[in-house]
């Protein structure tokens, strides 16, 4: 197993959504951005890394979450959001600056209100399977 696919796993995946036509205009982040990132924003987050070697290559598997935060009223602007990054993502041909990504696949989403109801959260999970 390796880790050291995942800096330019994070670099590809904020490059595809930072160009993705239908993103422009939403902060790409991967902390909470100082000041604010405007109504709506996009956060690369947490991952969670399997072994997946075999006897070709060392690889790995993380499990890693897209975040859409909002403080628009309702879920709407959230779930446009949301849907135009699964687009971005799923099954995309990324490359990168280290390693192979063999595939990128959507895993599932969680929607929610959070403090105390005023910002709506959609965690969006994917697997890529990469190589090293």
Do not use: C, N
Not at 30 to 40: L, R
Not at 48 to 73: C, N, P, Q, Y
């Amino acid at each position: 197993m390796s880790y050291g696919v995942a800096a330019a796993l994070q670099a590809a995946i904020h490059a595809r959504l930072t160009g993705w036509p239908a993103l422009a205009g939403v902060a790409v982040q991967d902390a909470v951005p100082a000041g604010g990132a405007g109504e709506t924003w996009i956060q690369i987050g947490a991952e969670e890394v399997l072994d997946a070697s075999d006897k070709t290559a060392r690889g790995a598997e993380h499990r890693l979450t897209v975040s859409v935060i909002s403080t628009a009223a309702g879920f709407l602007a959230a779930k446009t959001v949301a849907g135009a990054v699964t687009d971005a993502l799923a099954d995309a041909d990324l490359a990168l600056a280290r390693g192979h990504l063999v595939a990128l696949r959507f895993r599932r989403a969680v929607a929610a209100r959070v403090e105390d109801g005023a910002e709506r959260r959609i965690d969006l999970v994917f697997a890529a399977r990469v190589d090293d």
